[in-house]
């Protein structure tokens, strides 16, 4: 089975701009977590998706949006970057929500100058 | 105030060592789990916990309900054992430990 996709991996944007990043789960996973990590705050939660539906929200400003589609593909997107953005994304897949194991994707680091 | 607390930040082993983490949680969870990240940022999953022990290889993970702790140890430790280990709890959502920075030495 193949693992799980991010695309793009790196991506630079001006301060300003808005990005939107891509995550493919593995085949048959239902369930889409996205997560920051940056070397202040660590790995923080963004947001859950299970269904389409956005099941979680961490605590990150309305600038950072999410969707799911209905073949699980998810996608979010952040407007208007500050420079506090620049960042690894990382996703996450799952069977389903709650006590689930999280198979990650290898990330999108992305820039903000 | 952090919900998951790792200790040490850093370590530092000769090959061979017997290597202990330790995760405490103040928040209700379902499961912990406990994460490898190596240089690049791919994390992989290690363990996911709800109570008692598991064992792959030679990395064992435990964690106590009551007292809301767990360890992660790595037993003769190797060089390619190197990376971050991250303790992370389910509970409305995945909160993260800061992690400990692992560095063994041939």
């Known amino acids: 089975k193949a693992g799980v996709t991010q695309t793009p991996r790196y991506l630079i944007k001006t301060r300003g701009q808005q990005v939107t990043l891509s995550c493919s789960p593995i085949s048959g996973h239902r369930s889409v977590s996205w997560y920051q990590q940056t070397p202040g705050q660590g790995l923080q939660f963004l947001f859950e998706?299970?269904?389409?539906?956005?099941?979680n929200k961490g605590n990150f400003p309305g600038r950072f949006s999410g969707r799911q589609f209905s073949n699980s593909r998810s996608e979010m997107n952040v407007s208007t970057l500050e420079l506090g953005d620049s960042a690894l994304y990382l996703c996450?897949?799952?069977?389903?929500?709650?006590?689930?194991?999280?198979?990650f994707g290898p990330g999108t680091r992305l820039t903000v100058t | 105030k952090n919900e998951v607390e790792q200790s040490p930040q850093n370590l530092t082993a000769q090959e061979g060592e017997f290597i202990t983490i330790n995760c405490s949680y103040s928040v209700g969870i379902s499961a912990l789990h406990w994460l490898q990240q190596h240089p690049g940022g791919g994390i992989v999953s290690l363990f996911m916990?709800?109570?008692g022990k598991k064992k792959h290889g030679r990395l064992i993970a435990t964690i106590n309900i009551q007292e809301k702790h767990s360890s992660l140890h790595i037993t003769a430790s190797h060089p390619r054992d190197s990376a971050v280990y991250i303790c992370a709890v389910r509970s409305w959502w995945f909160y993260f430990g800061t992690g400990t920075s692992l560095t063994v030495i041939p």
């Open positions: 916990l709800s109570s």
């Open positions: 996450a897949s799952s069977l389903g929500t709650g006590s689930r194991e999280q198979y």
């Open positions: 998706y299970f269904s389409e539906t956005q099941r």
